[in-house]
C-alpha cells in the first residue's frame, strides 16, 4: 500500500484547494451556529430599537426585518469571498518562495512524507487532524486552517483507492 507521487502545483490547484477549504467550512456546523446567532442577535437589535415603537406591527416589522437582513447578508458575504478566492491565491502566491516547485508525495502505513526543494515534512497518519476528498484533489488538514493538497491526476492506476484505504485503516476522519 505505500506509494509515491510527484507533481508541481499550477495557480489552478491551490485555486482549487482553496475552493475546496472554502466549500468545506461551510458544511461545518460552528459555520451554521455563528450565521444563526448573527441572525438572532440583530432581531434582539430589533427589539432594543422597536421599543419606542407605537405599533405592534411596526415592533415585529422591525424585529423580522434585521433578522432578515442578518440572514440575507451574511451568505451574501460568503459569496463575495468564494468569488475573490483566486485573487487571493494570486497574491499569495506572489508573496511566497517556498512550496512553489515540484512536490513529492511518499506514504506509508506509518504516515506520508511531502517533500520539496525547500522543504521536507513527515506527517503520521495518526497527527492529521482530517481530510477531505474534492473532484480534482485531496486536501490534508494540519489543522483547521493549513492544509496539504495532493492533486488526483498525480496519482497513478491503484494509488487513489490505496491511499483512501491507508486512510480508512489509520481512522483519520472525513471532513
Keep these: 500500500m505505500a506509494g509515491e507521487a510527484s507533481f508541481t502545483p499550477t495557480e489552478a490547484d491551490h485555486i482549487d484547494a482553496c475552493r475546496l477549504m472554502f466549500a468545506r467550512s461551510l458544511r461545518r456546523v460552528a459555520t451554521w451556529r455563528g450565521w444563526m446567532i448573527s441572525v438572532g442577535f440583530l432581531g434582539a437589535f430589533g427589539a432594543l430599537l422597536s421599543v ?4 405592534t406591527a411596526g415592533k415585529i416589522g422591525l424585529i423580522l426585518g434585521l433578522a432578515a437582513w442578518g440572514a ?41 512524507d511531502n517533500v520539496s526543494e525547500e522543504s521536507s515534512l513527515r506527517v503520521r497518519w495518526d ?22 493538497f495532493l492533486a488526483k491526476n498525480a496519482l497513478k492506476g491503484s494509488q487513489l483507492d490505496d491511499l483512501k484505504a491507508l486512510l480508512a485503516v ?3 476522519p472525513r471532513r
Excluded at 135 to 142: A, C, G, N
Design 127 to 148: 497527527q492529521l487532524h482530517g481530510f477531505s476528498e474534492g473532484k480534482e484533489m485531496l486536501l490534508f488538514y494540519l489543522n483547521d486552517l493549513k492544509v496539504l
Design 72 to 112: 440575507i447578508a451574511i451568505p451574501l458575504c460568503w459569496g463575495l469571498n468564494a468569488l475573490l478566492i483566486p485573487r487571493r491565491v494570486r497574491k499569495l502566491l506572489g508573496q511566497q518562495r517556498i512550496g512553489l516547485g515540484e512536490w513529492r508525495w511518499r506514504w506509508d502505513e506509518e504516515g506520508f
Design 52 to 55: 419606542g415603537e407605537p405599533s
Design 170 to 172: 489509520n481512522e483519520v
